[in-house]
């Protein structure tokens, strides 16, 4: 498998995890928001996660790629403090933390947005931004100053709503991505943890959730952004950790591997290899479908030899 680990132009270019700590998060700002140090996962006998090292910082997006099965969602639990490492060391901008529950992380500036949302449709938009932090006046809500501080943190971010009176039902998919966005950023995150918010999305929308994503990293957020997707994550990503089966696959810069070689890691030459034998077998039409998928892998330089797995970082 032509991997960056093993290609000419790639030697040098697989960090190793030493180097990872020693460098990454550092050189914009400072002691990093986020680190995981050797940080591991159990669930009774499975291994969920086993070794996972990351750093987020300031004004940076770290894309955090895999498969279904691959330690996306438990790693989001640990950091998101709904879960704690069985193994490792968990650090928020230096200081070793153990979180009992995701509200001790937010109140660290570590906020998640799952692909759920989290929203009440029926509800205005300007509800759904502060439920749960509602701005009092006296007894009452101060409905008129939510609304404005709701309308002005959108339009902060680029989002020009007609009317934050409109159920947030009627917004599309990325609008209503980009409205949980804004409100993390509203109540202070530090960190804004992303949970696939592209994966049901068409591809005008996943623009539009990846623009919102930049200029979250632009306003000085740590940006961890969960996907599948490598033609996603390589445009806005600064960092790509790329995990398997709970182990990470490799721990990359922007400027040490290319979109090629990221979704070439991600495919994995070996599964593909023996899907196109099966296919091959089966004939007519699946063996056609089988060299058109044989051609597609050498297109993407992913083809190896039985045997020769990435190198685990």
């Known amino acids: 498998m032509s991997t960056p680990q093993d290609t000419g132009a790639g030697k040098h270019r697989a960090t190793s995890d030493a180097a990872g700590q020693a460098g990454h998060g550092n050189g914009r700002g400072g002691v990093p928001l ?36 691959a330690g996306k969602s438990t790693l989001i639990k640990i950091i998101a403090g709904l879960h704690q490492p069985t193994s490792g060391t968990y650090e928020v901008e230096g200081t070793p933390v153990h979180f009992n529950s995701p509200r001790e992380a937010l109140e660290r500036g570590i906020a998640t947005v799952y692909q759920d949302l989290a929203v ?46 409109q159920p947030i039902g009627t917004l599309s998919g990325g609008e209503r991505q980009c409205v949980a966005i804004s409100r993390a ?29 930049i200029q979250a990293r632009e306003r000085g957020l740590g940006v961890i952004f969960i996907t599948h997707n490598p033609h996603h994550a390589y445009p806005v990503g600064d960092r ?68 020769t797995e990435p190198e685990a970082r």
Request: net charge negative; glycine share 12%; hydrophobic share 45%.
């Open 34 to 69: 986020v680190k995981l140090i050797n940080a591991g996962k159990r669930y009774g006998a499975v291994i969920a996660l086993h070794d996972i090292n990351l750093e987020v910082g300031a004004r940076e997006v770290t894309c955090v790629l895999g498969d279904n099965g």
């Open 120 to 165: 009440v449709a029926l509800m205005p938009v300007w509800r759904n931004f502060f439920l749960g932090n509602e701005v009092g006046k006296g007894l009452r809500m101060d409905i008129p100053a939510m609304k404005k501080m709701c309308k002005d943190e959108l339009l902060a971010m680029g989002i020009d709503l007609r009317d934050v009176d």
């Open 185 to 213: 950023v509203h109540f202070g995150a530090k960190v804004l943890i992303l949970d696939e918010p592209t994966a049901a999305l068409g591809v005008k929308q996943s623009g539009v959730v990846l623009k919102y994503i």
């Open 240 to 307: 790509f950790l790329l995990l398997n089966r709970g182990a990470s696959i490799g721990n990359y810069e922007k400027s040490q591997v290319t979109r090629e070689e990221l979704t070439g890691l991600m495919a994995g030459g070996t599964e593909l290899e023996q899907l196109s034998h099966e296919l091959e077998g089966a004939g007519g039409a699946a063996a056609r479908a089988a060299h058109e998928m044989e051609a597609e892998v050498s297109e993407l330089g992913i083809t190896h030899s039985p045997g």
